[in-house]
């Protein structure tokens, strides 16, 4: 099957065409974090995606008109031959091309390779879950705090820190640090701070050291933003939160998910159609083998009948019914719903959070 007729088969599915990949090169990783929702260094072998594997893979995805490309893991960084994917990635021009890492593994033999790398689409993402080893060590592992930020900063002493995107993991124990490791990041010359919620999944499931954040949590951040003129000046300037987002009304949802267009690659060959909605029921297998291009044609019945699921969410779910967001949210994030509550047809595990930010009120909103 040729790459049009691969794209073909998903527009008569109704779907997007793939926009940004996620593609993991490897199952190792150097921490053992609590939070982790794909077990990252459990396996009792380690996988590494062979180069001509990855090479095979991503070319077919630039081919088809894909603009961007994440590496992930794992910690991509422990893969042997992580910056010659990098390179080969640049070489075939992609728009976007995005290194998800948790900086520790960092040495200074790698900078100047990934300066020759350097260009307005390269993000170097770094998880940093708080301001001090207490927030981030209890979530990471003692001493990650230390050296994550030695990482960070070789970074920006390289002259990348605008490259650098902090991603933060929002749990119970450091919401309230958001405010801090936006004036860090600033301070230091980061280019951007996001976040996202921990999902239920994996080993942030069996674990009693963290936990999602509290509504209260987020209304107290709400009122932070609205009183604190410094943080809010910050967030403007290099800040994404979701939560602050659905209130200020610039994360409304016209559609259900865009399945497809974010899809994810593990490093066994198992395609999901998202990020987040990992339901092995629809995804493609021996991705490796049987190339990106047959399984995109091959996913495309799944995924449609996914979307589907996705469309008839807000309106047959109970929690939708009386909620002032549900034009807004569309009925939330079906693989957040498969995460925290293995089934799809139930409100995710922001639901309270957002009905209660909505509630709020927002002018642009309604």
């Given at each position: ?30 921490l ?35 603009d ?43 900078l ?12 170097i ?82 674990t ?78 021996a ?8 399984a ?35 009925g ?5 719903a ?29």
């Amino acid at each position: 099957m040729t790459s049009s007729e691969s794209i073909h088969q998903l527009a008569l599915a109704g779907l997007r065409p793939p926009r940004v990949l996620t593609l993991a090169i490897t199952d190792a990783c150097n921490l053992m974090c609590c939070h982790c929702w794909v077990r990252s260094g459990e396996a009792p072998s380690v996988t590494h995606v062979p180069v001509h594997a990855v090479r095979h893979v991503i070319e077919e995805f630039r081919a088809i008109g894909g603009d961007g490309i994440r590496i992930t893991g794992g910690e991509p960084l422990c893969h042997p031959h992580w910056l010659d994917i990098m390179r080969l990635c640049r070489s075939l021009e992609f728009k976007t091309i995005t290194l998800q890492t948790n900086a520790i593994l960092l040495s200074d033999e790698h900078l100047a390779p990934l300066h020759e790398l350097d260009f307005p689409g390269l993000l170097i993402q770094i998880s940093l879950d708080g301001v001090t080893p207490l927030t981030h060590d209890l979530v990471r592992g003692e001493g990650a705090f230390r050296a994550a930020l030695h990482g960070v900063m070789k970074l920006v002493q390289e002259g990348l820190g605008r490259r650098i995107a902090i991603f933060f993991t929002e749990m119970h124990h450091n919401l309230h640090e958001i405010p801090e490791l936006l004036d860090f990041a600033d301070r230091v010359g980061i280019g951007s701070v996001s976040t996202g919620a921990m999902v239920l999944c994996g080993r942030a499931a069996e674990t009693s050291l963290i936990s999602p954040p509290e509504v209260e949590q987020y209304l107290e951040l709400l009122d932070r933003y609205d009183s604190d003129a410094h943080f809010r000046n910050l967030y403007d300037k290099i800040g994404t939160v979701a939560a602050l987002e659905w209130w200020r009304g610039d994360a409304v949802r016209h559609d259900s998910c865009t399945f497809v267009e974010n899809p994810y690659l593990t490093q066994v060959g198992r395609l999901y159609p998202c990020l987040l909605c990992h339901t092995d029921e629809f995804s493609v297998t021996a991705v490796f083998e049987k190339g990106l291009v047959a399984a995109l044609a091959e996913g495309a019945p799944l995924w449609s009948s996914l979307l589907d699921i996705s469309r008839s969410r807000a309106d047959s779910m109970p929690e939708c019914q009386d909620c002032p967001g549900k034009v807004l949210c569309a009925g939330g994030c079906m693989g957040r719903a498969w995460g925290s509550f293995g089934t799809l047809l139930c409100a995710d595990d922001r639901c309270e959070s957002r009905r209660a930010i909505y509630q709020r009120g927002c002018s642009s909103c309604f």
